[in-house]
Nanobody, 126 residues
Framework: QVQVVESGGGLVQAGGSLRLSCVVSRRSFSAYAMGWFRQAPGKEREFVAGVSARGGRTSYADSVKGRFTISGFDAQNTIYLQLNSLKPEDTAVYYC???????????????????WGQGTQVAVSS
């Protein structure tokens, strides 16, 4: 099982931006589908964005379309989630998750993923 480590959370005003990072200790050239999820207090963990292992397909929750952007892996085995036009309702702990599978599918359910990070807190003030 690989290690997944998120960073980049913080406190920001509504309308602001953050970039979350997720470093994955995968073997070079191994195929991983990746996803970002979030969980607010008292709520279930929900899908935010995902990227496929092959073909770079992406998918977003309706609530973040047009505001958030997920990247594929860079040379440092890091993926990013760019958060723009943040709203107070985006406040949550954000989790990065990975699955070692070489497909062009984007996975949107928490149970689809094997490796999870510890989460990074995003707080948006009004």
């Amino acid at each position: 099982q690989v290690q997944v480590v998120e960073s980049g959370g913080g406190l920001v005003q509504a309308g602001g931006s953050l970039r979350l990072s997720c470093v994955v200790s995968r073997r070079s050239f191994s195929a991983y589908a990746m996803g970002w999820f979030r969980q607010a207090p008292g709520k279930e963990r929900e899908f935010v964005a995902g990227v496929s292992a092959r073909g770079g397909r992406t998918s977003y929750a309706d609530s973040v379309k047009g505001r958030f952007t997920i990247s594929g892996f860079d040379a440092q085995n890091t993926i990013y989630l760019q958060l723009n036009s943040l709203k107070p309702e985006d406040t949550a702990v954000y989790y990065c998750a990975g699955r070692n599978i070489a497909t062009s599918d984007v996975y949107t359910r928490p149970g689809d993923y094997i490796s999870w990070g510890q989460g990074t807190q995003v707080a948006v003030s009004s």
